[in-house]
């Protein structure tokens, strides 16, 4: 069984910067799983963030994200990231890490196997 557990949230101001972190324990990633970042706002549906691959790193972010937010994963230290740059009030929500058993990723929820339990960031205006 995978637990995943992610970490870095917190309050900031508008234009600063945050990296989430979430380490995996109970089996290693390498190139079999592709990772994910979702994030959940209250009152609304969770939505995609961010995700990349199991064997090359490729990554796919969403459209209105992409160029704020950098994916990385460090296979040895079982870890993926999300590097937050230029936050907006907007961004404020709960971010979870997911993985997915194969080499591609999704940009859909169902399509994950494991799931964090969230960490929270606000940014305030």
């Known amino acids: 069984q995978v637990q995943l557990e992610e970490s870095g949230g917190e309050s900031v101001q508008a234009g600063g910067s945050l990296r989430l972190s979430c380490a995996a324990s109970?089996?290693?990633?390498?190139?079999?799983?592709?990772l994910a970042w979702f994030r959940q706002a209250p009152g609304k549906e969770r939505e995609f963030v961010a995700a990349?691959?199991?064997?090359?790193?490729?990554?796919n972010y969403a459209a209105s994200l992409k160029g704020r937010f950098i994916i990385s994963r460090d296979n040895a230290r079982n870890t993926v990231y999300l590097q937050m740059n230029s936050l907006k009030p907007e961004d404020t929500a709960v971010y979870y890490c997911?993985?997915?058993?194969?080499?591609?990723?999704?940009?859909?929820?169902?399509?994950?196997?494991?799931w964090g339990q969230g960490t929270q960031v606000t940014v305030s205006s």
């Open positions: 997911a993985a997915r058993l194969g080499f591609t990723w999704s940009m859909m929820t169902y399509h994950y196997d494991y």
């Open positions: 109970g089996r290693t990633f390498g190139s079999g799983y592709a």
């Open positions: 990349i691959r199991g064997g090359d790193g490729n990554t």
